[in-house]
C-alpha cells in the first residue's frame, strides 16, 4: 500500500514540475494588457485635456473681447482676444462683434487633431431666450 501512495504523490508532483514559469507568462500577460489600456485610454485623455483648454481659451478671449467691446479695456475687441487665446496656448478662429456681443472660437492642436470650441459673451439673452444684437441662427 506504501508504494501506491508513493506513486500517487509523484505522479502529483510531476505535474506541479510541468508548469515551471506559468507564472512569468501570467505576468507577461497582465503586463501586456495594461500596456493595451493605457495605449487605448492614452489618446482620449489627450483629447478631453485639450478640449478644456480650448474651452477655457475661448471662454476667456470671449469675456476679455465683451469687456473690450463694452469699454472697460481699451482696444479692439478681436484684438484682445487673440492676444487672451494665445496666452492660453491657443489660437484664435473666428470673432465677431454684435453690438456688446462677442462669439469667437479658439483651437488647441494635438497629436490626434485639432479641437475647436466655440464661446459667447456678452449682455444676458432676453426673456424670450434670443440674444439681443445675435442673430437666432447664430451657434455657439
Known amino acids: 500500500m506504501n508504494v501506491q501512495l508513493r506513486r500517487i504523490a509523484l505522479r502529483a508532483t510531476e505535474g506541479l514540475h510541468d508548469e515551471t514559469g506559468a507564472g512569468?507568462?501570467?505576468?507577461?500577460?497582465?503586463?501586456?494588457?495594461?500596456?493595451?489600456?493605457?495605449?487605448?485610454?492614452?489618446?482620449?485623455?489627450?483629447?478631453?485635456?485639450?478640449?478644456?483648454?480650448?474651452?477655457?481659451?475661448a471662454d476667456a478671449a470671449a469675456l476679455a473681447a465683451a469687456d473690450t467691446a463694452s469699454g472697460r479695456l481699451p482696444g479692439f475687441p478681436c484684438e484682445t482676444a487673440r492676444m487672451v487665446a494665445a496666452r492660453n496656448a491657443a489660437s484664435l478662429g473666428t470673432c465677431s462683434v454684435e453690438g456688446l456681443t462677442v462669439l469667437v472660437d479658439a483651437t488647441v492642436d494635438t497629436a490626434f487633431g485639432a479641437i475647436t470650441v466655440a464661446a459667447r459673451a456678452g449682455?444676458?439673452?432676453?426673456?424670450?431666450?434670443?440674444?439681443?444684437?445675435?442673430?437666432?441662427?447664430?451657434?455657439?
Open 24 to 57: 512569468s507568462v501570467l505576468a507577461a500577460g497582465v503586463l501586456g494588457a495594461l500596456i493595451a489600456v493605457l495605449l487605448a485610454t492614452l489618446p482620449v485623455v489627450t483629447l478631453f485635456a485639450a478640449h478644456q483648454r480650448a474651452a477655457n481659451a
Open 123 to 140: 449682455p444676458p439673452p432676453e426673456a424670450s431666450g434670443a440674444v439681443a444684437g445675435v442673430p437666432v441662427t447664430a451657434t455657439y
